[in-house]
């Protein structure tokens, strides 16, 4: 009798747990959601993080969404636990185009492969900038300085294996120039050393100097797009303008562990669509001149690999090093 009451009573509280699991499952979220945002406060990537969090608010009434910044490695640090942890919903990242470069270099052994995109949220070309008192006016100027020079001219980027630093590096391959590149823990740590004058240039957003440009203590010389970006740098010409064939940039969207349930997938994905469209969300970017680009998952995933195979064969050019 003893064993048949316990064996009842374990009966009992797996099926109270089942329909616990059950219920907290279609409760979504029924605690604060964990926003990893892979690189330092104050850059682009976290802007993008926390306006997306504000403006999540507002279809995620229930529970907030909590930023928390794991910068290092060019995002590798901050997107391997977002890989790792547990597939339930209450860990989502900010994912930035690193994860299709950083591979290549055998930073990570991560791939955007093991992740599980929700949607693009926005896309900004590298911009070449210096300080507003440099003696260069023009990317001819620069170029032609940096050539007469014994030492090589100092790019920052936001780390080994960044977007930014991919942008300094095809930069330099391209117009076969050697450079100096001087990485740190994101671009906002960067714009800091330029604005200093420990570094001679940076080749991160618009969006990331923007500030200090309006301020006249930086000066962008190009942007490496096939477009001129408008706004205030509706003057600033691209590299292709200036006979350089050349487009870099960025792209930063959320996404979840691959194994994720679908079902809080499709809550996510619905809560991406409304957030990115809230004028929260796009006012922010519009007042930090970076650019507004939401792509649902599909779309998104083409892009990333479209941007896999691109690196796969430009790294490997670069001879960068970890």
């Not at 001087?182 to 991160?204: E, Q, Y």
């Not at 007042?287 to 690999?305: H, V």
């Amino acid at each position: 009798m003893k064993t048949t009451r316990r064996q009842a009573i374990a009966s009992a509280c797996a099926m109270a747990l089942g329909g616990l699991a059950s219920a907290q499952a279609s409760d979504y979220p029924n605690k604060p959601i964990e926003l990893i945002v892979p690189v330092a406060a104050g850059g682009g990537t976290d802007l993008v993080g926390r306006s997306f969090a504000e403006a999540a608010k507002k279809y995620l009434p229930q529970q907030p969404m909590v930023v928390v910044n794991k910068p290092g490695a060019s995002g590798a640090i901050g997107t391997a636990e977002l890989i790792t942890a547990r597939p339930d919903g209450y860990k989502i990242g900010i994912i930035i185009c690193e994860i299709t470069i950083i591979p290549n270099m055998g930073i990570t052994k991560y791939t955007a492969g093991d992740l599980r995109p929700i949607a693009r949220l926005n896309a900004d070309p590298s911009a070449l900038s210096v300080r507003a008192d440099a003696p260069w006016q023009t990317v001819e100027e620069f170029i032609a300085d940096a050539r007469k020079r014994k030492d090589p001219v100092s790019i920052a980027n936001a780390g080994s294996g960044s977007i930014w630093h991919m942008a300094a590096a095809a930069f330099s391959e391209k117009i076969g120039l050697p450079v100096n590149h001087v990485p740190f823990l994101g671009a906002a740590p960067a714009v800091v050393a330029l604005l200093g004058g420990h570094v001679d240039a940076i080749t991160v957003s618009p969006g990331e100097v923007a500030q200090h440009v309006a301020a006249g203590k930086l000066r962008t010389l190009a942007v490496m797009s096939d477009q001129r970006v408008g706004g205030m740098f509706e003057k600033v010409p691209t590299l292709k303008e200036r006979g350089i064939d050349l487009s870099v940039g960025v792209w930063r969207g959320l996404a979840v562990p691959k194994t994720t349930p679908a079902d809080i997938v499709a809550t996510l994905s619905e809560v991406a669509a409304k957030a990115a469209d809230d004028p929260v969300f796009r006012e922010a970017l519009t007042r930090a001149n970076l650019g507004w680009s939401y792509a649902d998952a599909a779309a998104f995933q083409k892009t990333i690999d479209h941007d896999r195979a691109f690196y796969a064969e430009l790294v490997p050019k670069l001879e960068l090093k970890k």
